[in-house]
């Protein structure tokens, strides 16, 4: 074939032509309206498939994305949002989403799921409505035998570098936000609501999670504010309301064998109004050996807390376990300072350590809680515990 000079000039030009036309492809818009695949914010729509649609794009755009939910009112079904992603992902909820009030859809392990998502930020001032009142009376294992567990609102599975501001959760079916295998994660701004009678709404559960930051937020609940379990490690609560709840608990540990250790928990500058319990740790009675240690809780205000101060290490709501059996569970190097506050009971500082493995270094720095009740004074109630105690001490005597 005889080539010409015209195209031995544009064989020689097409690898750089190639490349412009490469540069000069339509640009992937950065930002997915979940509007733009459907979704319809009618309260009634399941608006599933848009959602994940809107989330694949964003995933998979190189450089990341933005998934966008404009107000109004999305019934959205049980959904994971599942990565590696190829950049970061901002999701943004702006508006409200409804979960199912469905019988037939409730039992799963999660309403909204993000999984293997690195880089992923969480926010716009939204709402989670987790309609739980059409489904507590399923899990409430008190009354209900047969109970069975419900959807967490928002689980985070194996979620890395990543944020949570600015969200609203209410009324959640079970936990309000659930974090599980996550690293360096944010959670700041967090407004969570359900009644104080509903049960297992934990605020945010944290297990087997690392470098976990929560901040300035609000937490009314059912269940623990933030309660940490085998694996929490290096978290971090500062300026958090909590009431009504259980307040911030570390555990149930030592529920299974070889668990995780949980180390390096800081709770601080944080308040706890009409709670159940204050600051708790608690592990099951009987249990195999396990560690928590080096766990700070410092300037705490009380209001009318129950058990303000507790260690229990006979934990055993209901058999088979048995509240007399030992826990082999170590709890080392406990730092309560500058709590402050009134009780609502008269044993304001309680701790039931194990006979087998005695609580160690347990420090009571400036502790100043009041009982007003008709039982008299204020006082502590204190086993197998060894430590010191520093500066004020009202209730006295535990150390
Ligand atoms: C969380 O906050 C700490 C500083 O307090 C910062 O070092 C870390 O990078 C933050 N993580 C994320 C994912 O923003
Ligand atoms: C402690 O919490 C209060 C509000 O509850 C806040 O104004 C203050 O800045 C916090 N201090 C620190 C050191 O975080
Ligand atoms: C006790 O724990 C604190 C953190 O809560 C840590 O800074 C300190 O080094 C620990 N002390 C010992 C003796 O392990």
Not at 226 to 240: E, F, P, T
Request: hydrophobic share 35%.
């Amino acid at each position: 074939m005889h080539i010409t000079k015209a195209m031995a000039s544009f064989i020689h030009w097409l690898p750089f032509l190639l490349i412009l036309a490469v540069a000069h492809r339509p640009h992937v818009p950065k930002t997915f309206n979940v509007l733009s695949y459907g979704a319809l914010p009618d309260r009634k729509t399941d608006n599933s498939k848009a959602f994940l649609r809107a989330w694949k794009d964003a995933c998979e755009r190189d450089g990341g994305g933005r998934v966008w939910i404009p107000r109004g009112r999305f019934m959205l079904g049980s959904v994971v949002f599942v990565g590696p992603c190829k950049g970061p992902v901002d999701f943004i909820i702006r508006g409200m989403l409804d979960a199912s009030s469905d019988p037939s859809t409730f039992f799963v392990d999660h309403w909204i799921c993000f999984k293997y998502v690195d880089r992923l930020i969480v926010r716009g001032g939204g709402y989670l409505l987790g309609n739980g009142g059409s489904a507590w009376r399923f899990n409430d294992c008190a009354t209900n035998s047969r109970c069975k567990p419900l959807p967490v609102t928002m689980r985070f599975d194996f979620v890395t570098n990543s944020k949570v501001n600015h969200i609203h959760s209410i009324d959640s079916k079970n936990a309000h936000f659930n974090l599980f295998a996550c690293h360096n994660m944010n959670m700041s701004h967090i407004h969570i609501l359900a009644p104080a009678t509903s049960p297992n709404t934990d605020g945010i559960h944290i297990g087997s999670s690392t470098k976990i930051k929560i901040q300035n937020s609000v937490i009314s609940t059912g269940d623990d504010c933030i309660s940490m379990i085998a694996g929490s490690q290096d978290i971090l609560v500062s300026n958090v309301q909590c009431g009504p709840g259980h307040g911030f608990s570390i555990g149930s540990l030592g529920g299974s064998h070889n668990e995780e250790h949980v180390n390096h928990i800081t709770i601080q500058n944080s308040t706890l109004t009409g709670t159940q319990n204050g600051l708790r740790i608690k592990t099951w009675a009987p249990s195999p050996p396990s560690l928590a240690s080096d766990i700070t809780f410092e300037d705490i205000i009380m209001e009318n807390v129950n058990n303000p101060i507790f260690i229990d290490q006979q934990y055993c709501p209901q058999p088979p376990c048995n509240g007399q059996a030992q826990s082999n569970v170590q709890i080392k190097n406990v730092t309560f300072r500058k709590v402050h506050g009134t009780s609502s009971s008269k044993i304001a500082v309680k701790m039931q350590c194990s006979k087998h493995v005695p609580c160690e270094g347990v420090n009571l720095v400036n502790i100043n809680l009041e009982y007003r009740g008709p039982e008299g004074h204020v006082a502590s109630s204190c086993l197998n515990v060894k430590g010191k105690s520093y500066g004020l001490q009202n209730p006295s005597g535990c150390l």
